[in-house]
């Protein structure tokens, strides 16, 4: 994978909690934080990170999304085909749609494509809305994606045999 600069990331912070434990001296707070990174060229990452203060619970879960990315396999400006991703009890369909559709997706979806550089989408989250379920049961579906060429190597054919197109000059 070619080098990608720093400042060439998206973040999106997609969930904050707060967790209060409550010890003999009184109620202790501290807070995690779901961050999406991606660089809009097809690379992404997800992170969840703690702390006890805010800010540091979105860097320290941004520096771990930076280092966990995953490339995924797009065809133009969107995926290649239907695909449906599930963690936990959520559920997310990804269609693939033609240029100037938009991206029509809910708010934890949407952050994952926009992260991830998808402009023509439909989305549709199905099952449970809890946030991190539906961020990562996206990630599942993304993760499932192959381009044209790597399911023609893994046949050993060419790209035109692998989507039935005739050569066109074979006459």
Do not use: W
Request: aromatic share 2%.
């Amino acid at each position: 994978m070619a080098e990608i600069k720093e400042s060439s990331f998206v973040d999106y912070v997609v969930n904050v909690r707060r967790v209060t434990k409550v010890t003999k001296g009184g109620k202790r707070f501290s807070f995690s934080a779901m961050v999406v990174t991606g660089d809009q060229q097809g690379n992404i990452g997800i992170a969840q990170g703690k702390s006890r203060e805010v800010s540091m619970a979105i860097e320290k879960a941004t520096n771990k999304a930076r280092k966990s990315m995953i490339q995924v396999a797009l065809r133009g400006t969107t995926i290649p085909y239907k695909v449906l991703g599930r963690h936990g009890a959520s559920s997310v369909l990804l269609c693939s749609a033609s240029h100037g559709t938009g991206l029509i997706a809910g708010g934890a979806v949407r952050s994952v494509m926009e992260a991830l550089g998808i402009k023509d989408v439909l989305a549709k989250s199905l099952g449970s809305a809890n946030r991190c379920n539906v961020v990562k049961a996206t990630l599942n579906a993304l993760a499932q994606l192959r381009s044209a060429v790597h399911i023609a190597k893994l046949r050993g054919k060419t790209v035109n045999e692998v989507i039935g197109r005739q050569n066109v000059n074979a006459e």
